[in-house]
């Protein structure tokens, strides 16, 4: 195990490319199948999906998300059958997310209006240098928080403390545990520490959202609602009052809709879900885009003459505009094939034998999908390496889990259910980063100059912060 590094999607994929694209690794007692082509994971999604529909446990997993009550690793069956059946029809079907807009596009406005300050005082004390991966950061946060608890977790000392509450729980999350791979070692993880760092931070986050829950169910808030939701009765759709997602899950839990009947740590575990994979996912993504396009003023350049005309001199950026942006969606495709934001995605495990390209693989293999390296498969990419959006722009290859040489998402039944969601936010966020702003790198650094350098964890993004300068443009 040690042989894969810091990152391991890398360290797989130059063994793919010298041992093929599917291979049987021996980590600690774990027999782990790591595929890398899209070919073995179509095999393994779609061909033979119900076989690999389980996840692998670890403790860590278990203290964390209520002991599998969740969506991403919970046991295939009736219960994850029903918990993914409530993700989406009830939190994330296109209807929730229409009606939701009205908060993508508060929360844009506020991005729009920090940067344009920020350039401002810039020019007058001669800086106006932008920290890009931090706005991004609070910006995604204050948008799932909005819409998963009805209200924003960023600002002064209580905002510090759950961003950090939230960082420790991804880190965890993603970590590694000598119990899962090395059973008989696992005491380690209590003498360095992890097994109470785990037990801190589920902890925390247990009396978190039992706050949220309390205060949604607090009668003197009910008796407020109307108010709570005022701003949005111009914007809501007739989608149940402007629910946010604990509403929803509150709901199902007090009337049993639809015949489903689950209880507080289920609800819990949901939010957990939606906030931590929609947060870090959809602010990764507009971090490596924002870089891609300063390293490439070309594809910048492209990018914002589409957004631009096709807004004809309007401030405003429409659901409609947004469908005929066709660069855009290039860009954010290209984006995630470069760099899904979950480069391995979340493992699987065979339930039963089976034959995957004419390999026996044994019951209890765990299986790890290298997104990474599928997308950057030069038997499927020409110039793999390379951020060429316009690759995209007479190909139907969507990320959506159909196509499986682009997968960020994962596919299949275990596909993840938010896409469209994290999609909404950041082709809105983009479009208006490029129809209110020129961009540059500060200091005289060029694009090619820019450090690439990647974090390390369960999902990658910038180890450096993405440091810009925006001219906003005259009409604005």
Request: proline share 4%.
């Amino acid at each position: 195990m040690h042989h894969l590094g810091i990152y391991p999607h890398r360290s797989l994929q130059k063994l793919a490319r010298k041992h093929g694209p599917i291979m049987l690794l021996q980590l600690g007692s774990v027999k782990t199948l790591v595929i890398s082509s899209a070919e073995a994971a179509q095999e393994i999604m779609k061909t033979n999906d119900l076989n690999f529909l389980n996840r692998p446990e670890s403790e860590v997993n278990r203290k964390l998300l209520y002991d599998f009550r969740d969506v991403s690793v919970a046991p295939y069956g009736e219960y994850w059958r029903q918990m993914k059946s409530i993700c989406v029809l009830q939190l994330l079907s296109n209807k929730r997310i229409q009606s939701i807009r009205y908060i993508r596009e508060e929360e844009t406005d506020l991005l729009i209006n920090k940067i344009g300050e920020g350039s401002r005082i810039g020019w007058s004390s001669g800086g106006g240098v932008l920290n890009l991966s931090e706005m991004f950061m609070t910006l995604t946060n204050d948008v799932v928080s909005r819409a998963a608890f009805g209200r924003k977790y960023s600002e002064g000392e209580n905002g510090r403390k759950f961003r950090k509450m939230m960082s420790e729980f991804v880190s965890v999350l993603g970590g590694f545990d000598f119990g899962t791979f090395l059973p008989w070692l696992g005491w380690i993880d209590r003498v360095n520490g992890l097994t109470a760092r785990v037990e801190r931070i589920a902890k925390e986050m247990d009396e978190f959202l039992e706050t949220v829950l309390e205060e949604h169910i607090d009668s003197d808030r009910r008796k407020n609602y109307s108010e709570r939701k005022v701003t949005r009765d111009h914007e809501n759709d007739g989608d149940q009052s402007g629910e946010d997602f604990a509403d929803v899950l509150l709901r199902i839990y007090k009337d049993k809709a639809a015949g489903i009947s689950i209880d507080r740590d289920s609800i819990k575990a949901l939010l957990v879900d939606i906030f931590s994979g929609g947060t870090d996912t959809t602010y990764t993504v507009l971090e490596w885009a924002m870089t891609q396009l300063l390293r490439h003023p070309k594809a910048m350049k492209d990018l914002q003459t589409e957004v631009r005309e096709i807004t004809n001199g309007r401030n405003e950026i429409t659901d409609q505009d947004l469908e005929k942006m066709k660069y855009l969606k290039a860009v954010i495709k290209e984006t995630l094939r470069l760099h899904p934001p979950i480069p391995l995605l979340v493992p699987r495990k065979a339930i039963k034998d089976a034959k995957i390209m004419d390999y026996d693989i044994s019951a209890g293999t765990m299986v790890i999908t290298n997104a990474f390296a599928i997308g950057r498969d030069p038997l499927l990419w020409e110039d793999a390496d390379e951020f060429k959006p316009e690759r995209f722009l007479n190909s139907c290859i969507d990320f959506i889990g159909q196509d499986f040489q682009l997968i960020p998402f994962g596919a299949g039944r275990r596909g993840c259910p938010g896409i469209s969601f994290a999609m909404a936010t950041n082709e809105h966020v983009l479009a208006n980063l490029m129809l209110k702003f020129n961009w540059n790198l500060p200091n005289g650094i060029q694009g090619e100059d820019l450090d690439m350098t990647e974090c390390t964890g369960l999902t990658i993004h910038r180890k450096i912060p993405l440091l810009a300068v925006a001219t906003p443009m005259s009409r604005f």
